[in-house]
């Protein structure tokens, strides 16, 4: 197993987001996280990123525990790529500053090098010529595609998407599924919390429901979309049915 | 739509009357603008020269031949302004730079350097500049220590250090302006905590808050002034004593008129970059 979370909590004051949640990936695989806003799937991508500090249980990555306090957490996201919902791209360097940032500056490579590979990904997803644009300049599919790319450079062990399509105008929403679809031909190994399940459907491996802090049920995509066991994930699914996004 | 542009495009009748309609308008606002000008601007001169004591300021203040026999010693005064403020603004925001980001360290570690960056700037931005310029200028020569600089220096050490409490507390804002979300981005790349300051948020930090670091800048330029107070022969001290051999105010005036136009580049600069930040605000993503 690539990542394994083992009996994860975690709580926000009183509310308590995760309750001893369990999940793990393989290398390769892409696991689609779904469930209603507040479900804790950003949380949890939050968590195995260590952006947020578990309150119990354990997440290992290629067998190393990286909740353990000792652990330096710079060294842990070395190996994890994580995608905003609101790409936070740098808004004071260019599109192509902001994608070497890392290499150079965290990894050490020469800044040429960084450059040639940051420029090959851009033209590979055909925004080579925004390279020197400000983020600003972008619209929210190519912003979202440049952030993806500073995620992905340094070939993390996973990455982490955080509906990276929420805040896209729907239009825009299909350049960026394209890009991860790639992705996964790759061999990229994905966790994307999404609300577009028709997305999930097409890339996932498998998908997980989660309600109430844990994984309620997961299984290959058209098992749990198609023909869920428990009610709570087919109310679930037949709201977002009603909202007309399946 | 570009396309569209290509093509030749004739205003029609309608839009022709709205032009000539604006052209007009435009017209007659110059005219008022004029006008309005030329009455507050005459009324303002008979004001004050038709006052009862005018001539008496008249001779006091505004004798050319004084300001003309002391301007080369005020200049030379002057000389010292401007140099003391190219060395405590740049002294000035550095020290801010680094009480405001240690200011921001978070961790009990750091408790005793926030703890004294807090009380520095509470302290000098409370404290009286004049009264820091005193303590500084003549409280430490005081001590009788060995090697203690000369009143210059410490005056304008006291420049400094005010200015730099003001500074730093712009700067902090503006590091608490910008977002935690760009953080967690430089963060979640790998970069450390000072990495991460480094090149993502002090940058914008720093733009952010240009426009009120300009003006802090501004307001130094002319307190340097106050360097007098402890002294040396700046251009007021020089000033006040030409003052005092003429018996005439005229010298301050003219060390007023050179500050003036010393400022003046910084305002504009100052005015163009707010502006500027404005524009990029309202641009907003």
Known sequence: ?246 | MTEDSLTVHHPSELQLGRIAYRRGKAIRSVLVAALSTAVVGTLLVVLITGAPGWQRVKTSFLDVTIARKYLPAILEGFWLNVRLFVVCAAGALLLGLIASVLRTLRGPVFFPVRALATIYTYSFRGLPLIITIYLFAFGIPGLRLQGTPDVTVLGGAAITITYGSYIAEVLRAGIESVHPSQMAAARSLGLSYRQSMRHVVLPQAVRRASPALLNDVVSMQKDVGLISLAGPIDAIRAAQIASAESANFTPYLVAGVLFVLFALPLIGVTDFVTLRAARRQNAGT
């Open chain 1, 1 to 246: 197993m690539l990542l394994t979370c083992t009996d994860v909590r975690k709580t926000f004051g009183a509310a308590v987001v995760l309750d001893g949640l369990d999940l793990s990936v393989d290398e390769h695989e892409v696991v689609a996280l779904i469930g209603a806003s507040g479900s804790g799937k950003s949380t949890l991508l939050r968590c195995v990123n260590l952006l947020a500090e578990v309150d119990d249980g354990t997440i290992e990555l290629d067998g190393e525990e990286i909740t353990n306090p000792k652990i330096n957490p710079d060294l842990v996201r070395r190996k994890i790529g994580l995608v905003f919902q609101s790409y936070n791209l740098f808004p004071h360097m260019t599109v192509l500053d902001n994608i070497t940032l890392s290499p150079v500056k965290v990894h050490g490579r020469p800044p040429a090098e960084a450059k040639a590979q940051a420029m090959e990904w851009l033209s590979r997803v055909g925004l080579a010529d925004k390279a020197d644009s400000y983020p600003d300049r972008l619209s929210g599919g190519q912003q979202q595609r440049a952030a993806i790319i500073r995620a992905l450079v340094n070939s993390p062990r996973l990455l982490l998407l955080d509906e990276v399509t929420s805040a896209l105008d729907p239009e825009l929403v299909g350049e960026v599924l394209t890009m991860i679809r790639d992705l996964k031909g790759d061999g990229v190994t994905m966790i994307l919390a999404t609300h577009e399940m028709g997305f999930a459907r097409q890339v996932a491996d498998r998908v997980a429901f989660l309600d109430r802090g844990k994984v309620l049920e997961q299984g290959p995509p058209a098992q749990v979309l198609g023909d869920p066991v428990e009610a709570r994930t087919r109310q679930f699914l037949a709201r977002i049915i009603e909202a007309g996004r399946l």
